[in-house]
């Protein structure tokens, strides 16, 4: 069980054992910057040494917290615009499909929370620069049904291969998922390796300087008798051979005997492999149970580029110097005016009575000393430097350029007389600073929606699983909810023998279509937005004109039964039949067409309902 012995029986382990203190190694710089960024979040926002020389010095360390609210603005704004998946078709067979599709990702997402586990690894990203989501299908053997999770993961607790640059993990050869579980937990899922297990635990716990890492152990944590398990997802290359035959592009697999192939050609494949272990331990080493050629994990940068020696950074990075000093000065200032109230006296020699009471109660308000010789004198007064507010003012002036958060955007009063435009344009141009962000958050649901669905030959994870009849509830184009069935099978005839011909309705696994995220944000507060938007652009029309889109300003509206408000719109708006016409002198009513015929409804009824909305 010694390491030296896993180097000469087990090259792979060794391998793979190497890979991860490679990993462990490059992420530890941004692993010690990202937990004070969290501390700094949180308000732990002092070291240790100048608490130490503060409280020898009898002074305070006061903390004003200014980062969090920066961040929490933040993560607001994303919860409150948060971008809707739609799916573009290729084909125009496929337009259904699509529409399926679409209604199928939102009923899984809202299935697992996404719209939480999206928010949480956003504020990964914003305060530490890192967050991840890890897509898997889960089976749960007491329903008998499994489904497909997006889930938050702790930024520390995934490495990816050192020498990858790329955001999406495309040249990334590896991503190691580290989770410290139980030695219980272990041995529940891997019975078979029970004895290896406990040995291992054994070993670490006579040595609890074993790893003597930096940060945190490697492989055991003594103290909270947890383990390091090790699942290395990697890349294994291989060569698969095709043959020529007839014009058509076929693998060994499909070759039929009598086929004479015109030419044979290698091609190399990269096929995604799960190794796991534990410290010196191998437990398994299997193909990835997914389908999509990818790795199950999709980080979430808030500032990176990929460059060489560069390490990812969120907002509190850039705020942690102007935290101190603000934390400093305030400290300062609160120790001058405590120091204010008790000044000091001057006090000739022989009056140990007088001096006693001035020590005891010197500064108390109100307070009555007697004394019989020359009368104390009180030190000058200390007044508090006026540079102390400009100091004040310049640290919020500081906080707002560096976060790229203006006053407009925090709700702050600005001055007298800015007009209801001004702060819009300041809003927006906090928006557009901050708009880095959200673009890779875009980002990162791109490809979260490609380890679902998959490409041509690489199925996702609901074209792998859902293969099964199955029901969802979705969302129709009318606003509405619907139920549609996917995977239905349908006969559609039969063959000469008598066999029913069968077709899937809803087929998952099949169509060409492109993922894209919406534009606009599909929130409440954007449709509102919309909805006096388009009243706007309605005022300018003439009236008869405006009735042409009453029904887009009920669909755009969040009105409740607004199908139903639509529906009498148009009843209201469409001309009855006039009722059969008597002879005069028998209860007949005016010709045709002359005023007060009956049943024509009159167009000024609706227009005037429009008017009202406008």
Same mark, same amino acid.
Not at 153 to 167: G, K, L, N, Q, T
Not at 268 to 290: A, F, H, K, N
Not at 419 to 426: D, P, T, W
């Given at each position: ?15 793979f ?17 990202a ?14 040494s100048d ?12 903390t004003?917290?200014?980062v ?23 084909t125009a ?7 399926v ?27 530490g620069?890192?967050?991840w989501?890890e ?31 790329e ?11 580290a ?19 406990e ?10 300087d074993l790893d ?54 290698r ?7 799960c ?12 193909p990835s ?38 934390n400093?000065?305030?400290s300062?200032f ?15 020699k ?5 001096k006693?009471q001035?020590?005891t109660a010197?500064?108390t ?11 104390p ?42 007009s ?33 669905? $998959?490409?041509? &030959?690489? +199925? #996702?994870l609901? *074209? @792998?699983?859902?293969t099964?009849?199955k029901?969802?509830?979705? %969302? ?5 909810e ?13 063959d ?30 954007q ?8 009243l706007?652009?309605?005022?300018l ?36 039949a ?14 045709? $067409?002359?005023? &007060?015929? +009956? #049943?024509?409804? *009159? @167009? ?9 909305? %406008?």
């Amino acid at each position: 069980m010694q390491s030296i012995e896993v180097e000469e029986l087990n090259p792979k382990l060794s391998r793979f054992r190497t890979m991860f203190k490679a990993a462990v190694e490059k992420q530890k710089p941004w692993r010690r910057n990202a937990k004070t960024d969290y501390k700094f979040y949180f308000g732990d926002q002092w070291d240790e040494s100048d608490r130490q020389a503060l409280r020898k010095q009898k002074r305070p360390a006061i903390t004003i917290n200014r980062v969090r609210p920066f961040i929490n603005l933040i993560s607001g704004y994303q919860r409150i615009n948060r971008y809707e998946p739609d799916f573009k078709p290729r084909t125009a067979k496929d337009l259904d499909l699509c529409k399926v599709r679409k209604g199928v990702t939102k009923y899984i997402m809202d299935s697992c929370k996404f719209n939480k586990q999206e928010s949480r690894y956003f504020m990964d990203g914003t305060i530490g620069g890192l967050g991840w989501a890890e897509v898997s299908y889960e089976f749960d053997y007491h329903a008998m049904d499994g489904k497909v999770c997006i889930k938050r993961r702790s930024p520390f607790d995934i490495y990816i291969d050192p020498e990858s640059r790329e955001p999406d993990l495309s040249d990334a050869e590896y991503v190691i998922d580290a989770k410290w579980v139980s030695k219980n937990d272990l041995i529940r899922t891997y019975p078979e390796f029970k004895e290896d297990i406990e040995t291992f635990t054994q070993l670490r716990d006579q040595d609890e300087d074993l790893d003597n890492e930096e940060l945190e152990p490697v492989w055991y944590d003594a103290k909270k008798k947890k383990c390091r398990l090790i699942t290395v997802w990697y890349k294994d290359y291989k060569q698969k051979t095709y043959y020529a035959v007839g014009g058509q592009i076929v693998t060994k697999e499909n070759l039929i005997p009598g086929m004479i192939p015109t030419q044979t050609f290698r091609v190399p494949q990269t096929e995604i492999r799960c190794y796991v272990m534990l410290g010196d331990v191998e437990l398994e080493d299997i193909p990835s149970p997914y389908k999509h050629g990818r790795f199950p994990f999709v980080p979430y940068y808030a500032y990176y580029i990929g460059e060489e020696g560069e390490e990812p950074a969120g907002i509190v990075r850039d705020l942690q110097d102007v935290q101190r000093e603000h934390n400093k000065r305030r400290s300062q200032f609160l120790h001058l005016i405590n120091t204010m109230a008790n000044r000091g006296w001057f006090l000739r020699k022989g009056q140990p009575q007088a001096k006693k009471q001035l020590e005891t109660a010197g500064s108390t308000p109100g307070v009555v000393i007697e004394y019989e010789q020359d009368p104390p004198k009180q030190f000058d007064t200390t007044q508090v430097p006026a540079a102390f507010a400009q100091f004040d003012n310049q640290a919020s002036e500081d906080f707002r350029e560096i976060s790229g958060i203006n006053e407009a955007m925090l709700g702050q009063e600005m001055a007298a007389g800015i007009s209801g435009k001004a702060i819009e344009l300041r809003q927006r141009q906090a928006v557009t600073q901050v708009a880095g962000l959200f673009d890779n958050l875009r980002e990162t649901k791109e490809m979260i929606l490609h380890l679902l669905w $998959g490409s041509q &030959g690489a +199925p #996702g994870l609901i *074209p @792998q699983y859902y293969t099964e009849e199955k029901t969802f509830r979705i %969302l129709g184009d009318n606003g509405q909810e619907e139920f549609v069935t996917v995977n239905q099978q349908q006969v559609v005839g039969y063959d000469w023998l008598g066999n029913a011909i069968h077709q899937t309705l809803n087929d998952l696994s099949v169509g060409e279509f492109d993922v894209v995220i919406s534009e606009a944000p599909a929130t409440p507060t954007q449709r509102i937005a919309q909805y006096y938007g388009l009243l706007e652009l309605l005022k300018l029309m003439p009236p008869n004109v405006q009735m042409l889109f009453a029904d887009m300003v009920i669909e755009a509206s969040d009105f409740d039964n607004k199908e139903e408000l639509k529906q009498r719109l148009q009843a209201a708006l469409q001309p009855q039949a006039p009722p059969q016409q008597l002879p005069p002198g028998q209860g007949g009513g005016p010709p045709p $067409g002359q005023p &007060g015929q +009956p #049943g024509i409804v *009159p @167009q000024g009824v609706a227009a005037q309902a429009m008017q009202a909305a %406008l």
